[in-house]
Every structure is written in structure tokens, then in C-alpha cells.
């Protein structure tokens, strides 16, 4: 069996805390159509599912609807995924 392509690693995250605020997926494109960006949403179900990619555009207004930084939207251990690829470069 094939493992699923993640298209994004925030998707996750993303669904957790709008669920956690009880935004549904409507009220969340609205107000992120009032903070500028055109995200509809079947892009943020696409997004949530991890089967499409986010322009950074639309996660820095997914971050400020939210009310978080850009990086707490990434899954924690993300930021140790990257130390150590980034060690392994040098």
C-alpha cells in the first residue's frame, strides 16, 4: 500500500485550532476573506487534509486568523526534522 503524499505540514494543525476556536470551516474562509485572502473552502478542506499545498500568503492570514505565529502552526517536532537535516549538511 502507498503512503499518502503530505502536500503541506501545517494542514493538521490548522484543522485542530479552527476546531479548538468552534469556527467551522465557512466561518473561517469568511474571516479570512475579510483579512484578505481568497481562500475558499474546499481549498481549506484541501489544505486541513494535507492534499494541497499553502502559498505563504494564505498561511500568513490563516496565522493571523487564528491568532497565532506562523510557526505554531507547524507540528513540533517539525522544527527537530530540520536541526537535523540541517546538521547533516555541514
Known sequence: MEARLKRNAVGAQIRKMRSAREMTQEQFVARCHLAGCGITRGTLAK???????????ELFVISKVLGVRIEELFPKAFAATLKTSSRMNE
Open 47 to 57: 489544505v486541513e487534509a494535507q492534499i494541497r499545498g499553502i502559498s505563504d500568503v
